[in-house]
Structures are given as structure tokens and as C-alpha cells.
């Protein structure tokens, strides 16, 4: 029906995926805040255009959530964390860019060869939004399993979840207990995560992950 | 006033006690106070879980009392008010002994509400994405509440579940909206389409297709939360690493969660008819559980990662009950998700009495109980006989109705089954020999805590290995025949 509305819409989801791709590469810790900043906002205006071409005031909501903790609350405290523990050295990679890359697009095209199949029968918009949300999701969780940085970590799985709500955005009418809750439970998460990073930091003096590999129960 | 608004009051008990009591817990000093209030909020929501049974609300388009969650909301509240005892005497010996200060014990009786709300409410939901909040918010709470000894391994142990535990509940969200996906082009938007009634009722017109990568994503979802092999990394230091009751908290209580809401979408998957049969996989996954652990409970070395494990095989094998359904098996793997949830919340009481008073978890710390706390060996004795599958204990029918419904159709499928059981059975008589009898390790202290949760736990798993009331078989077999 609005094939220009469809189409923008494709376009923020699509600038999403190249997000992805981009904090898959970053190698510094600011570049790395900066590029989840843009990831997120990119998730505000999506939620908001689809809030208006489905007509649905409540995802107005969402795209809110999503500009005021997402791009403001959770980067600034992941500055003031890093700049507390003194940290804005490069991080170390588990694979070369080059491979990671590599794998990243083989993760969309199995997002694509996952979703199509399955969703014939959908409209056009809801299935390829759908591809590239998973396509998100996936490289949130590659974004995660390459670095081994905690602060890394837990930015590959904060763009994990804002797949997970362009997922939730893009599907008609879900009811609004989800997206709320997914927003807030981001923001119980992040607490979270702050209150380990102070612990990790007071007991090991490094956010390197893999310095908790040597404590294994096991082993005492 | 009617039988409807008692079902309504129940329900209200059953989720406000615990809102209310850990928003009052945060708030208050002391230990007595707080551990006598933990006990008392416990028992409510029990009281409220009890009604529950007599008379049930109105299902709504969020929350839903049906024979299938009943019995579990039982179990939950009552093992919760168990534990909460265990739990006030095993904390003032954990603040004695430093490990935990005031302000972390505040920290750790609301924490231990909002668990059981979060839990209860997992249950009560009728809202598939209520459920998956839910389950999140008690994924959050037992992350706190495993790392609360801030030493280097209960962080590890914390973080490595927190992360393995964030990524499974995305997968379970993802498949979530897949369902939602499916629900909407039959259905229509809205309400209806997230409520797991409506879903059930019009299943068979939902896209066989979406539905199937949609239990795939749920399954290792939920799978993970239920830590079943290959997603169970985080489950044997979670449960080593942090306080005792909520060892036995997320293996009696968390775990069954985790499995309920996975047979929740295998209901949906069954009524639709077309999709695939979630079956085989259940199956795959539950005898692979079942054999991993089963071999790795040998040469551990910690009390309390041995009995982690041993829940990894428990629900190996009430995965493996569920996946091959049918009356028999089905009535099987509810009776032995009881029966577990009972019997390992009874050993992690016994291992956590031993462990204060020979201050290590280590096994090689903890021998010749017998000779020094001959009761406390005897409790331990049985807790671990019964969770091995010794008759007369509960565990023993329900394995042996899971293998003997297995016999009789797929005759294959029980060698690796028994073999399974019988070498985690090995394995725990081995080292419960060490433990109860052999030189006494120092530490002869008595026990100061309650034993009054152990006992009271084993004795109802006795009962229900000789007799089992008609009314609850009845009440079993038709929950058994509602899941297909």
C-alpha cells in the first residue's frame, strides 16, 4: 500500500545492520560507545516511523524509551565508567577484522535463508524486517563472543536487544507490555552490569574477561 | 462472597505478598526481624497457593489458573516457605561467620522475594510476553543473589550465568515475537494474540513454519534457563557459588520454570497439528543432558557443583519424559519435577547443614558425618538416596515409569536411558559413602539450624514413593492428557 513509508522503513532497518556491522569493527573503546550511540538512534527514529505509519501511538513510547536511555542514560554511563577506571586503550579481538567480517555476512545470509522460507504467506515489510532484525540479533551475539572486553560485551548485548526490538516495533500491533518491559528490563540489566563492572574492577583490577577464566570452582 | 473472588484474593496473595514483603525487606534492619518477616511473607503466599487449589479466578488476558499451573504454583510456595526457614538459620550462621554483611543481608531477603514473585508470576501468566518479563526479572534476582559473596569465583560464577542466562532470554524473546508474528496473520492484532488460551484454542490455524523456527529459538531459550546440554555452562557454578537456599531455590524452583514454559509452546505446537513434533528434539536434548552429567558427576570435588550437576540430569530426564509424551510418560515427568524439585531442595538443606560445620564445600572435607552428626548423616543419607532413584522414594516410581512407558515404545531409546540413571546413581553412592562414613573430618559442631525443612521434605517424598491420594493422581493424569 505506501510503498514509500515501506520503503524507509527498510531503510532504517537496513541502516541498522550496517550499525552492526560497523561496532563489529571498531576497535576503539570511545569508537565503540560512539557507534552504539548511532545503533540506538537509528532504533528511535525506526520505532517512531513505524509508530506512524501503523498508526500506533503507543510505539511513540518505545522510540522515547529508546532515545532517553539508550542513547543518553546508558553511553553516558559507560563513559563515566570507562573514564573512572582509566580505560581507552583499543581492544584485543579474539578473531582479525577481516574474518569477523566474513562471518557477520554469512550470519545475515542465514538470517535471510531462516526468515524467507518460513514467511510467505506475511507482507513484504514484516518479513524482511524480520530477516534483518535476526540479522542484528546475530551480530550482537558475534559482537560479544570476539571481544574480550567486558564493556565490549555488554555493548554487542545491548545491540542484541535493540534487535530485538526492532523485531518487536516491526511486527503489527504487539501489545505494548512487551516493548515497555524490554526497555526497562535493559535498563535493570545495565544496573546490572554496572554493579559486576565495579566488582570485576575491584578484584582483578583489569575488565579483560578473560582474566576470570582462572578462578574456576574447580580448581581451588 | 463467592468461590470466584476467594480464587481472586489467592492469586492476589500469591503475587502481592512477595511485591509488598521485598519492598518492605529493602527497606529494614536487622536480621531477626527481617529473617522472621521472610519466613512470615513465605508462608502467606503459601496460604494464597493453597487456596488456589479449592477455587481459581477467572482466567484474564494476563494472568490464568489452570490445572497444569496450579500444582506447580503449590510447589513453588511451598518449597519458597521451606527454604525461607532453612534460610533463617543458615544466614545468622553465614553473618556470624562474616561472609555476609548487614547491609548485604537486606540486599538478600528482598532479593529472595522478588524471586519468588517473579517465579510465581512466570507461572500465573497467561501473557506470553508476561511470562518471558517474568522469567527475565528471576534471571536478574538469582544473578544478584549468586555473586552476592563477591569472592573471585561466586563473580565468575555470576557473570558467566548473567551472560549465558541474557543471551538465552533474547533467543526466548526472539521466538516469542515469532509466535506473536504467526498469531497475528490468523488472529488478527492485539491482546488475544499474546494470550496463551486464545493461541491454544485457534493453533491450528497459526503457520506450521513460523511456529517451528519459533520452538527453536524458545528451546534454547528456555533450554538454557532449564540447563539442559549444551546450554547448562553456567549452571554448576551458579549453584556452587552462591548461598545454599538459593542453590536449592533455583534447582528445585527456577529449573521447573524453565520447563514449564517450554512445555507451554509444545502445547502450542501439539494443537497446531502441522508443525513439527517438538518430540525427538526434546528427546535429544534430555538424553544428552542425561548422559553428560550423569558422567560428569564423577571427580567432582565441591558438594555442591556434585548436586548441580545431578540436576542437569534430572532434567535430562523430565525433558526426555516430556518429549516422548503420551499419557504414561507425560504423568511421569510431572510426578519426577516434583519429586526432584522436593528431593534436591532436601540435599541442598542436608549439604548446606554440612558444609557450616566442616567449613569447606570440598567432599574430601566433608567425611565420617556419621560418627559426628549422626542425624544430620542420616538426613544427607536419604536426600541423596532418593534423589539417586532408590526405592521406595518418589524419584524411583517416577524414573521407573519414564523407563518402563519407554519399553514399551521405544525399547532403544531406554538402554542409553537406564544406562544413564545407573551411572549417575554410581557416581552419588560413591560419594555419599566418603561423606557419611570413612575418618572424620575436623569441624564437630552442632548443627544450629533448622531441620525441620530437611525432614518434612524427605518425608513427603517417602510418602509419595509407596502412596500417592486418587485425587492427585487424577488430578495428574488429566494434566498429563492436557499436554498431549
Known amino acids: ?133 535476526l ?45 515497555i518491559s524490554v526497555a526497562f528490563s535493559v535498563l535493570a540489566a545495565f544496573v546490572v552490569f554496572g554493579v559486576f563492572f565495579f566488582r570485576i574492577r575491584e578484584r582483578f583490577d583489569t575488565l579483560d574477561v578473560q582474566a576470570l577464566g582462572e578462578f574456576r570452582g574447580e580448581r581451588r | 462472597m463467592n468461590a470466584m473472588s476467594y480464587g481472586e484474593i489467592a492469586l492476589w496473595l500469591v503475587l502481592g505478598t512477595p511485591a509488598a514483603a521485598a519492598a518492605i525487606l529493602a527497606m529494614l534492619p536487622g536480621y531477626r526481624t527481617t529473617a522472621a518477616l521472610n519466613v512470615a511473607a513465605s508462608l502467606t503466599t503459601l496460604v494464597g497457593g493453597l487456596i488456589l487449589l479449592g477455587s481459581r479466578p477467572e482466567p484474564g488476558p494476563y494472568l490464568r489458573v489452570d490445572d497444569f499451573n496450579v500444582y506447580l504454583v503449590v510447589l513453588n510456595t511451598f518449597v519458597g516457605f521451606t527454604t525461607s526457614v532453612f534460610s533463617a ?22 532479593m529472595y522475594q522478588t524471586m519468588m514473585l517473579a517465579m510465581n508470576l512466570a507461572l500465573v501468566a497467561n501473557n506470553l510476553g508476561l511470562l518471558w518479563v517474568a522469567v527475565e526479572a528471576a534471571t536478574i534476582a538469582t544473578v544478584l543473589m549468586v555473586g552476592i559473596y563477591r569472592t573471585h569465583a561466586a563473580i565468575e560464577a555470576a557473570w558467566k550465568y548473567f551472560i549465558l542466562g541474557s543471551v538465552g532470554i533474547a533467543f526466548a524473546l526472539f521466538g516469542t515475537i515469532l509466535v506473536y508474528f504467526a498469531a497475528q496473520q490468523a488472529m488478527g492484532e492485539g491482546l488475544p494474540a499474546m494470550a496463551w488460551d486464545t493461541l491454544l484454542a485457534r493453533a491450528s490455524d497459526l503457520d506450521p513454519r513460523l511456529l517451528d523456527l519459533a520452538f527453536v529459538f524458545i528451546l534454547v531459550g528456555y533450554g538454557t534457563k532449564a540447563g539442559l546440554v549444551p546450554f547448562h555452562a553456567w549452571l554448576p557454578d551458579a549453584h556452587a557459588e552462591g548461598p545454599t537456599p538459593i542453590s536449592a531455590v533455583l534447582s528445585g524452583l527456577l529449573l521447573n520454570v524453565a520447563i514449564y514454559a517450554i512445555l507451554r509452546f509444545k502445547m502450542l505446537l501439539s494443537a497446531n497439528g502441522e508443525a513439527l513434533a517438538p518430540g525427538p528434539i526434546m ?21 555442591k557443583r556434585l548436586f548441580a550437576y545431578s540436576s542437569i540430569e534430572h532434567m535430562g530426564i523430565v525433558t526426555f519424559a516430556f518429549g516422548m509424551g503420551g499419557p504414561l510418560a507425560n504423568f511421569a515427568g510431572l510426578l519426577h519435577m516434583a519429586m526432584h524439585s522436593l528431593g534436591k531442595s532436601a540435599v541442598f538443606f542436608a549439604v548446606g547443614h554440612a558444609t557450616q560445620v ?127
Open chain 1, 1 to 133: 500500500m505506501h510503498s514509500l513509508a515501506f520503503d524507509i522503513a527498510h531503510m532504517f532497518a537496513g541502516a541498522m545492520l550496517v550499525a552492526s556491522f560497523a561496532l563489529l569493527y571498531q576497535r576503539r573503546m570511545s569508537g565503540i560507545v560512539d557507534t552504539y550511540v548511532v545503533h540506538s538512534l537509528i532504533l528511535t527514529v525506526a520505532a517512531g516511523w513505524q509508530a506512524y505509519i501503523q498508526d500506533a501511538p503507543h510505539l511513540y513510547v518505545t522510540a522515547a524509551i529508546a532515545l532517553v536511555f539508550k542513547t543518553l542514560i546508558i553511553p553516558i554511563a559507560l563513559r563515566r565508567i570507562m573514564r573512572r577506571l582509566d580505560i581507552h586503550r583499543s581492544v584485543e579481538t579474539v578473531l582479525g577484522i577481516g574474518p569477523t567480517m566474513l562471518l557477520g555476512v554469512g550470519l545475515v545470509a542465514l538470517s535471510i535463508l531462516l526468515i524467507f522460507p518460513v514467511t510467505e504467506s506475511a507482507d513484504a515489510f514484516a518479513r524482511e524486517d524480520l530477516a534483518l532484525a
Open chain 1, 135 to 179: 540479522s542484528v540479533i546475530l551480530l550482537g551475539l558475534l559482537t560479544m563472543i570476539t571481544r574480550r572486553n567486558a564493556i565490549t560485551q555488554v555493548i554487542g548485548f545491548l545491540s542484541l536487544e535493540n534487535g530485538l526490538i526492532l523485531a518487536a516495533v516491526g511486527v503489527r500491533g504487539m501489545p505494548l507490555v512487551v516493548e
Open chain 2, 89 to 110: 538459620t543458615y544466614i545468622g550462621h553465614e553473618l556470624r561467620t562474616g561472609r555476609l554483611t548487614p547491609a548485604y543481608l537486606r540486599f538478600y531477603h528482598a
Open chain 2, 283 to 303: 528427546i535429544a536434548m534430555g538424553l544428552s543432558s542425561l548422559l553428560f552429567a550423569a558422567f560428569m558427576l564423577y571427580r567432582r570435588n565441591d558438594a
Open chain 2, 358 to 484: 566442616k567449613g569447606t564445600q570440598r567432599i574430601d572435607g566433608i567425611t565420617g558425618l556419621g560418627s559426628t552428626h549422626p542425624t544430620l548423616a542420616v538426613g544427607l543419607a536419604v536426600a541423596v538416596l532418593a534423589i539417586a532413584g532408590m526405592p521406595p522414594f518418589g524419584i524411583f516410581m517416577s524414573e521407573f515409569l519414564v523407563v518402563s512407558s519407554t519399553f514399551a515404545r521405544e525399547p532403544l531409546l531406554a538402554i542409553p536411558l537406564v544406562a544413564g540413571v545407573l551411572v549417575a546413581f554410581g557416581a552419588l553412592a560413591m560419594r555419599l559413602h566418603g561423606m557419611v562414613f570413612g575418618e572424620p573430618s575436623p569441624g564437630t559442631a552442632a548443627v544450629e539450624a533448622s531441620y525441620l525443612p530437611l525432614f518434612s521434605h524427605l518425608a513427603l517424598v517417602a510418602v509419595a514413593g509407596v502412596w500417592l491420594p486418587r485425587p492427585l493422581v487424577a488430578w495428574f493424569q488429566a494434566v498429563a492428557a492436557m499436554l498431549g
